[in-house]
């Protein structure tokens, strides 16, 4: 019988996140997207968003925004119609109505 070499195991590193990507999770979160949603924007496991959210209170800080200041934000942040609408799950038409909509909201001073 031979005797088999044994491999020397490389350990898995760590992902690590920059305060910016932790920052915008954040802002995504108080925007009102979930977990799964942020996870997808900034590239990082849903689990770790999760670990932050608990870790930083998020729930205590969040304001409930409608869906239609949720999609003026993300606009605003820099995403394309196509991407909110992917995000949101609403056509892009739709999406392209609430963001007009929540433009002349803020503009007449209601959120």
């Known amino acids: 019988m031979k005797k088999s070499k044994k491999k020397s195991v490389i350990p ?7 305060l910016d990507q932790k920052a915008s999770a ?7 997207l979930t977990l ?12 770790t968003i999760e670990k932050w959210q608990i870790a930083e209170s998020w729930k205590q800080l969040k304001e409930t925004t ?3 200041h ?6 605003e942040s820099g995403k394309t119609d196509k991407e909110i609408s992917t995000l949101l799950n609403r056509s892009t038409v739709t999406i392209w109505r609430y963001i007009n909509t929540a433009k ?8």
């Open 26 to 32: 954040k802002r995504f979160y108080l925007m009102g």
């Open 12 to 18: 898995k590193k760590r992902n690590t996140y920059s």
């Open 66 to 68: 409608s869906i239609q």
């Open 104 to 111: 002349k909201d803020r503009t007449n001073g209601t959120k």
């Open 70 to 75: 949720k999609a003026l934000d993300l606009k």
């Open 36 to 47: 799964q949603e942020i996870s997808k924007l900034i590239d990082a496991p849903v689990r």
